[in-house]
């Protein structure tokens, strides 16, 4: 301890009389000063009460020790300010300051009133940056906020990870218990919101992808991702490996460029086909970080006004990549992590909505338990998108309002009124969609009434009429939400309804002709992103429900169903074929062997020694196979059934 650390020790101990108004302003003499201070107090004697300098009264001697920002702070006539005491002696001087100096404890009143202080000490950041840009008015170059029917898309930033849903769930301790210790080992070179690196993952180098704005108007931003040249090689290669049909040239290929988007979700889906699901998430994972390192400085997940055109196929991975992980949550049982997700993927192009995520929103909101949400994104966005019209809304906003109505929290009033809305809207979907009722009720179990089944409206003859295109939407609502209805409360509502609808019908109410003289006009055709959100969903029901020109295409598991008006940025360069050359040798190989690509692999300048023979061993074994499958039956031989040899063919 330094011989001033001791001075300012003993003036602890000398200085016990009450603090006076300038109490908090004192000065720390250097060690020349103090030396020829020390021989004019010694002709005086030392006095207890330190009356040639007033010492900090504080309750614990050893808070002296901590000031030693204190010594580099500017001395402004000849004493140095109170504003560089620590925390701990000015919260231990905080009573007695407020009693002995007035003007401290109005400065300290206006501290309170610009930066007001919560309980635990820490403050949700998205909370802290409003507070600055509101009191600030700064922004930064981009779009304007949302209005109020936008907002229904804003995402939060701590939805994002699945983390906050699990810590939720399991507890802190439980969730993250293992990863503190390995996160602290390796350094990541940017922090993400939609994943978190691993150890065990390659080093991130960029890869050659990037993202540049392209305009800005009516306060909305437009980006698009970009490929360089090296990006663009890569994209290559990953296309001949696909077309090769061998999961292990897009492995070798990663081997090559780790991060490269295209190769990692395809590698995943083949992953998930062998039901290795952590290494297809873990997949995915890598690519939403590739993705979002190179994100634009302006590019935003949670504002809703960033677009990303679909059309490009640079940004149709970014969409597939969320869609992907969206999935990999909601079946890990992270429902309102999953929510966040489609919201994000929504807000990207809301209006066209390339994978047509207003058939899955409701779904995750009524699984997270979100009932206000679906009910405000019906509200606001049914006047100009008929959300009414698709089954799965119909359904599942009254369900809402009825689990809604369930809640014991909620005053009287508004269970009431809750309960009446949510009556209304499902005898207006059963309405409308008469033959998703006895589907719906197989699939829970549920033996429906004689009079019911019985019924023309709701019987086989409901189900048969109705359009394909409807009956495809009906089939992947029930498919997916089925087990949302299994509930012994839901369904004694839901026969309490039934029964209104088939007394209006027997009256001849005009609503049950106008809805189906609807459903003959809407749902002619459903649009090619339908069809594209069918084929990643997966559900077996919706799929068999396909159209036959939609079957008979080819669907790659990075690429499904691209838009017929694609914009490509570069094209691919044509590749000679074995066709072209004519070797007729060269055909018959490859009519054994499709993935037979000696040539073509000595074409793009790969070393051609082990690959040539890796490929004539591959047609060597096929060859053998061929030829062991090959039987030959001598017709001369008389069949042991019929020995003499007679008999008919018939």
Same mark, same amino acid.
């Given at each position: 301890m330094s011989r001033r650390a001791l001075r300012r020790l003993r003036g602890e101990q000398r200085g016990q009389e009450p603090l006076g108004p300038d109490a908090l302003q004192f000065v720390l003499p250097d060690d020349d000063d103090a030396e020829e201070e020390g021989p004019k107090q010694g002709s005086g004697g030392r006095r207890p009460g330190g009356a040639g300098k007033e010492g900090v009264r504080v309750n614990n001697r050893f808070e002296l020790i901590n000031i030693e920002d204190l010594e580099d702070d500017p001395v402004v006539n000849g004493e140095r300010s109170d504003c560089a005491l620590p925390d701990s002696v000015s919260s231990g001087n905080k009573g007695r300051s407020q009693r002995g100096n007035p003007e401290a404890k109005q400065d300290e009143d206006e501290a309170k009133a610009g930066f007001p202080e919560q309980e635990n000490g820490l403050e949700d950041i998205d909370r802290i940056l409003e507070r600055i840009e509101d009191s600030s008015g700064f922004s930064h170059p981009g779009p304007p906020p949302l209005n109020s029917r936008k907002h229904v898309l804003y995402v939060e930033h701590r939805h994002l990870n699945p983390d906050t849903e699990l810590k939720r769930y399991f507890g802190a301790r439980a969730v993250l218990g293992e990863q503190r210790p390995r996160q602290r080992q390796r350094v990541y070179p940017k922090c993400t919101w939609l994943t978190t690196p691993k150890s065990t993952w390659p080093r991130y180098s960029k890869p050659g992808l990037s993202m540049r704005l392209l305009e800005s108007k009516k306060g909305l931003s437009f980006f698009a991702f970009e490929h360089n040249e090296e990006y663009q090689q890569a994209q290559h290669k990953f296309l001949v490996a696909v077309e090769s049909m061998e999961p292990n040239n897009i492995v070798v290929l990663l081997q090559t460029s780790p991060y490269h988007v295209d190769s990692l979700l395809q590698l995943s889906d083949a992953c998930r086909f062998q039901e290795d699901q952590e290494m297809a998430r873990d997949l995915i994972e890598r690519a939403l970080y590739s993705m979002e390192c190179a994100f634009h400085p302006l590019f935003s997940l949670t504002s809703g006004t960033c677009r990303l055109d679909y059309r490009r196929p640079e940004n149709r991975s970014f969409y597939l990549a969320l869609y992907k992980q969206m999935s990999f949550l909601e079946k890990r049982g992270c429902p309102r992590t999953a929510l966040e997700y489609c919201k994000l993927i929504l807000s990207l192009e809301p209006d066209e909505d390339p994978l047509c995520m207003l058939l899955l929103i409701d779904h995750l909101a009524l699984r997270a338990r979100n009932y206000e949400y679906l009910i405000r994104l019906f509200q606001e966005w049914e006047a100009h998108r008929n959300l009414s019209q698709l089954p799965n809304f119909a359904f599942s906003v009254p369900l809402a309002y009825f689990l809604l109505s369930q809640q014991t929290d909620l005053p009287e009033h508004e269970l009431t009124s809750a309960r009446q809305q949510a009556s209304l809207l499902i005898q207006q979907a059963l309405t409308m969609f008469p033959g998703a009722l006895m589907p719906l009720l197989e699939y829970c179990s549920v033996r429906p009434d004689a009079t019911v089944s019985n019924h023309r409206f709701f019987g086989p003859d409901a189900e048969i009429s109705q359009p394909p295109a409807l009956s495809q939407l009906v089939s992947l609502y029930l498919g997916r939400s089925h087990f949302l209805w299994k509930d012994p409360a839901t369904m004694n509502w839901l026969e309490e309804n039934v029964r209104e609808v088939l007394q209006a019908v027997d009256a001849g109410d005009p609503a049950v002709e106008a809805c189906e003289n609807r459903r003959k006009v809407l749902y002619q055709r459903a649009p090619r992103n339908i069809h594209r959100h069918v084929i990643l969903s997966e559900i077996k029901e919706a799929v068999a429900a396909l159209p036959s020109d939609v079957t008979t295409q080819s669907v790659m598991g990075f690429d499904p169903l691209p838009p017929l008006d694609t914009i490509y940025s570069y094209v691919r360069p044509e590749r000679l074929s074995p066709v072209s050359h004519g070797n007729t040798i060269a055909l018959f190989f490859r009519s054994l062997l499709p993935n037979y690509t000696t040539e073509e692999r000595l074409e793009e300048g790969v070393a051609g020694g082990?690959?040539? /023979?890796?490929?004539?061993?591959? $047609?060597?074994?096929?060859?053998? !196979?061929?030829?062991? /499958?090959?039987?030959?039956?001598? $017709?001369?031989?008389?069949?042991? !059934?019929?020995?003499?040899?007679?008999?008919?063919?018939?």
């Open positions: 082990p690959n040539r /023979n890796q490929g004539l061993i591959r $047609l060597m074994l096929a060859l053998r !196979d061929m030829m062991a /499958n090959f039987h030959f039956n001598d $017709l001369e031989v008389p069949r042991e !059934d019929n020995p003499e040899g007679e008999g008919d063919w018939d």
